[in-house]
């Protein structure tokens, strides 16, 4: 089974996206009266219509998450418009303490997939307030960040979003970094494709593109949903699919005691293996800056 902690847009989004699949068994959780029990409802009717054979339910109640193998976690306060994610994080960190060990106490051996953001930094308070290895708890951010990339590039080159190969890195916030070194369209190199300049820009505007979905909507629903079903696919069916994720690092990058985006292989145990792959100069810069701000972030909790 696969618990669901937080049934508000993006909770729910995740709830609809992670049953259409059919992968397992699902149960919502929410502070809210109702909401969980509202939303669950509503996805059956939707599975119902296509046929899906799985249960969803939903309650207020933490023990429903009980016995669950995954739970992903997408409760707290939302980013609204003109606020980073960093803004959100003295707010969200009670609240996911709270909520971790909730979930920890029914579901002791879960896989925990955090989606609150400030992400990387609620990974991290997770990580401590459960005490779970650390191969157990992982954020999602950098398959989220790869999907914007991937439309940036499509659009700018005027090729199919399938053609590319890409992958996004470091904090999920304002230093995420697009790595452009290792983009392929088709096996052939971004850099043969695009100007220096042209590549930057592109990573600008990836960047940016999440704060304007905000601005004209209110928040980034239907992107993420995808991107955390994905993940909880390799996770819940043991696929071993390397993407990237935010994970606890000891060492890898020259870095220790924070969680930030790298590729990894998941599987049933959650994180598998961290790779660790070559920057340029500037994509390193970036990365170290990401993880200053982190450990600045982290550093200023009390966990």
Request: charged letters at 20%; glycine letters at 10%.
């Amino acid at each position: 089974m696969i618990g669901i902690a937080g049934a508000g847009k993006v909770g729910a989004q995740v709830g609809l996206e992670v049953a259409s699949m059919g992968i397992d068994d699902i149960a919502m959780v929410d502070i809210v009266p109702g909401l969980a029990e509202g939303e669950a409802l509503d996805i059956s009717h939707r599975l119902s219509d296509a046929g899906v054979d799985v249960a969803v339910t939903g309650s207020t109640d933490f023990s429903v998450l009980r016995g669950a193998s995954l739970v992903i976690v997408a409760a707290g306060l939302a980013r609204k418009p003109g606020m980073t994610r960093m803004d959100l994080l003295s707010k969200n960190s009670g609240i996911i303490s709270s909520v971790t060990k909730e979930a920890a106490k029914h579901a002791p051996d879960c896989v925990m997939l955090m989606v609150t953001n400030p992400m990387d930094a609620m990974t991290y308070v997770a990580l401590k307030a459960t005490g779970f290895p650390k191969a157990r708890v992982v954020g999602q951010g950098g398959v989220l960040d790869n999907s914007r990339f991937k439309y940036v590039l499509a659009k700018k080159l005027n090729v199919s979003r399938s053609s590319i190969t890409s992958l996004v890195m470091g904090e999920h916030g304002e230093n995420m970094i697009p790595v452009a070194s290792h983009t392929y369209v088709g096996g052939v190199p971004l850099a043969d494709l695009l100007t220096e300049e042209e590549i930057q820009q592109a990573i600008e505007d990836t960047r940016k593109v999440a704060a304007e979905v905000i601005s004209k909507k209110g928040a980034t629903i239907f992107a993420p949903g995808r991107s955390v079903a994905r993940m909880a696919n390799a996770i819940a069916s043991d696929t071993k699919e390397v993407m990237g994720a935010s994970a606890y690092l000891e060492g890898e990058y020259g870095l220790k005691g924070i969680c930030i985006g790298v590729p990894v292989k998941l599987g049933a145990q959650g994180i598998e293996k961290i790779y660790e792959l070559k920057l340029s100069d500037r994509e390193r810069d970036w990365f170290n800056k990401g993880a200053d701000t982190l450990r600045e972030a982290v550093a200023s909790l009390t966990v």
